[in-house]
C-alpha cells in the first residue's frame, strides 16, 4: 500500500531525526549478548549424502529438544529389541524405514539400527517379530501445532515429526519431498484432540542437500541407512 507525503515533511522528519541519530551513533557499541539463542542445525549423514536442517525451537521446543538429546545421547530411552533402557547416539545406523517419492521419506525407528538395507522387521532378543515402523523410544510427548489453517507444509525439505494419532510423537520423524497443494493432509486441521488441532509437528527446514530427499525416496523402502546426526550451530553447506 502507498501513502503520499509531503516533501516538506518528509526534509523536517529527516532533519529532527538527524540529532538523535548522531547522538546513537556516538554510544560505544553494545556488547554481544553471551545468553542469546544461537541458530541450530541437523546434518543427516545419509549413505547417499547429506541434508542439513535448520531447526525451529521457537516454534517447536519440546520437540526440537527431544531430537537433539536423542541424537546427542543425552536422553534415556528404551531399546525395542533387548528391552533395556540406555543412552547413546540414538539416530545413527538406522534407516530410512518408509519411503513415498514425491511425499516424503520417514525414519527414527530404533528398530531399524544395524538392519540390513532392504529389511522389513527386527527381532527382540526373546525371536519376536516386529515390523519397522512400530517404534520409538518408550514414551510419547505432545503435538506443538498452530492453529488450524496455517501452512507449514508449503515449501519442500521440511522435517516434522511422524505420529500415530494426536499428542503421540515419539522419535520417528520425515522430511517432505512434496509440498503446498501437493500434501494437504499434513496441515493442521481442526479436530477432537485435546489441543483441538491436529497434524504433524514441523521442527526444522532443509538449507541443503534437499535434492537428496528424492533420490532416498526413489530408492526404495530400507534402502538409504542415516549413517549419523551431527547436531551443530555453524550453516552446514553439505559438502
Given at each position: 500500500m502507498t501513502r503520499s507525503i509531503l516533501a516538506g515533511a518528509v526534509l523536517a522528519a529527516l532533519v529532527?531525526?538527524?540529532p538523535a541519530a548522531a547522538a546513537e551513533a556516538a554510544k560505544p557499541?553494545?556488547?554481544a549478548d553471551k545468553g542469546a539463542a544461537k541458530d541450530?542445525?541437523?546434518?543427516?549423514?545419509?549413505?547417499?549424502?547429506?541434508?542439513?536442517v535448520k531447526l525451529l525451537p521457537g516454534e517447536a521446543p519440546k520437540t526440537v529438544a527431544n531430537f537433539v538429546e536423542l541424537a546427542t545421547g543425552k536422553r534415556e530411552y528404551r531399546d525395542p529389541l533387548s528391552g533395556a533402557t540406555q543412552k547413546g547416539s540414538y539416530f545413527d545406523g538406522t534407516l530410512f524405514h518408509r519411503v513415498i517419492p514425491g511425499f516424503m521419506?520417514?525414519?527414527?525407528?530404533?528398530?531399524?539400527?544395524?538392519?540390513?538395507?532392504?529389511?522389513?522387521?527386527?527381532?527382540?532378543?526373546?525371536g519376536q517379530q516386529i515390523?519397522?515402523?512400530?517404534?520409538?523410544?518408550?514414551?510419547?510427548?505432545?503435538?506443538?501445532?498452530?492453529?488450524?489453517?496455517?501452512?507449514?507444509?508449503?515449501?519442500?525439505?521440511?522435517?516434522?515429526?511422524?505420529?500415530?494419532?494426536?499428542?503421540?510423537n515419539g522419535s520417528q520423524f520425515f522430511i517432505t519431498e512434496g509440498a503446498g497443494a501437493r500434501v494437504p493432509q499434513?496441515?493442521?486441521?481442526?479436530?477432537?484432540?485435546?489441543?483441538?488441532?491436529?497434524?504433524?509437528?514441523?521442527?526444522?527446514?532443509?538449507?541443503?542437500?534437499?535434492?537428496?530427499?528424492?533420490?532416498?525416496?526413489?530408492?526404495?523402502?530400507?534402502?538409504t541407512r542415516l549413517v549419523k546426526v551431527v547436531i551443530t550451530s555453524t550453516p552446514p553447506t553439505c559438502k
Open positions: 529532527a531525526a538527524a557499541p553494545a556488547k541450530l542445525y541437523a546434518v543427516f549423514e545419509t549413505s547417499r549424502g547429506r541434508i542439513g521419506i520417514q525414519g527414527g525407528d530404533p528398530a531399524t539400527r544395524g538392519a540390513e538395507l532392504g529389511a522389513a522387521a527386527g527381532k527382540t532378543a526373546q515390523s519397522f515402523g512400530v517404534s520409538g523410544p518408550g514414551y510419547q510427548f505432545e503435538d506443538e501445532l498452530p492453529p488450524p489453517g496455517t501452512r507449514l507444509f508449503g515449501s519442500p525439505c521440511v522435517l516434522a515429526m511422524a505420529n500415530a494419532g494426536p499428542d503421540t499434513l496441515e493442521p486441521r481442526a479436530c477432537t484432540s485435546r489441543a483441538g488441532v491436529c497434524g504433524y509437528t514441523r521442527f526444522g527446514q532443509g538449507v541443503c542437500g534437499c535434492e537428496l530427499v528424492g533420490k532416498v525416496a526413489k530408492a526404495g523402502n530400507s534402502q
